[in-house]
């Protein structure tokens, strides 16, 4: 069965290092999305992307980056870690056409000490 | 620009009980409308959505939410709550951005079933 899948699920990190959490889908989805999920806030959306080489910035974007080489990949770096990005992170995919309809991740916690 | 608003981050009821979560959307154009569900500590599924076709969606779980375009609403409901439905449900629609589709999510709703 297609699926997303992300890694680590869990992490531990100081402040001011480089973190990357992976992404990977077998859906074969054009579009792939990361949001941050915060008490009161909802879901977020940092970085999205509409097929290989593409990307964009969402709504809270500051010191996050994607890159995207290939379909299958959309992996999240935050260059210099800060507490305030201390957050559940969820990667979702979805098919170029149709409903929009989103495939999510089972989400990564991300604690920045 | 496409925008939902979720009345109410907290919504109790008793097991056996009508649920009710409401969503309200903004939209210049026809919408694509979605229900979202999540599990603690799990990623988001789809209850349903709405694609211009039967106002009237049924979804998953006993699950179902009616458009009404008059009313620009798109409430969840469920007859009778079970304990397994505790969960936080989010709305969504969907947006155009120059020419590509992404979702735009409510702040959620909470929905705690007690015995």
């Known amino acids: 069965d297609a699926e997303i899948t992300q890694s680590p699920r869990h992490k531990i990190t100081e402040t001011g290092r480089q973190v990357t959490l992976a992404c990977h889908q077998t859906?074969?989805?054009?579009?792939m999305f990361w949001y941050r999920q915060d008490l009161g806030h909802g879901l977020r959306l940092i970085h999205y992307?509409?097929?290989?080489?593409?990307?964009n910035k969402g709504e809270v974007s500051d010191g996050y980056s994607v890159s995207r080489s290939n379909t299958e990949d959309l992996p999240l770096t935050l260059e210099s870690a800060a507490s305030s990005q201390t957050s559940v992170y969820f990667c979702?995919?979805?098919?170029?056409?149709?409903?929009?309809?989103?495939?999510f991740g089972e989400g990564s916690r991300l604690t920045v000490l | 620009a496409q925008s939902v608003t979720q009345l109410g981050s907290h919504v109790s009821v008793s097991e056996g009980a009508l649920v009710l979560l409401r969503c309200n959307y903004s939209?210049?154009?026809?919408?694509?409308l979605f229900w979202y569900v999540q599990y603690p500590n799990q990623g988001l599924q789809l209850l349903l959505k709405?694609?211009?076709?039967?106002?009237l969606v049924k979804g998953i779980n006993g699950f179902e939410a009616e458009f009404k375009k008059s009313e620009t609403s798109f409430h969840l409901t469920k007859p009778s709550a079970h304990m397994s439905d505790a969960a936080e449900y989010f709305c969504?629609?969907?947006?155009?951005?120059?020419?590509?589709?992404?979702?735009?999510f409510g702040t959620g709703t909470r929905l705690l079933v007690s015995p």
């Open positions: 859906w074969n989805h054009n579009n």
């Open positions: 969504a629609v969907k947006t155009q951005d120059t020419g590509f589709q992404k979702l735009v």
């Open positions: 979702a995919s979805s098919a170029t056409a149709g409903t929009g309809e989103l495939f």
């Open positions: 709405y694609t211009s076709a039967a106002t």
């Open positions: 939209s210049s154009v026809p919408p694509y």
């Open positions: 992307s509409y097929g290989v080489h593409d990307t």
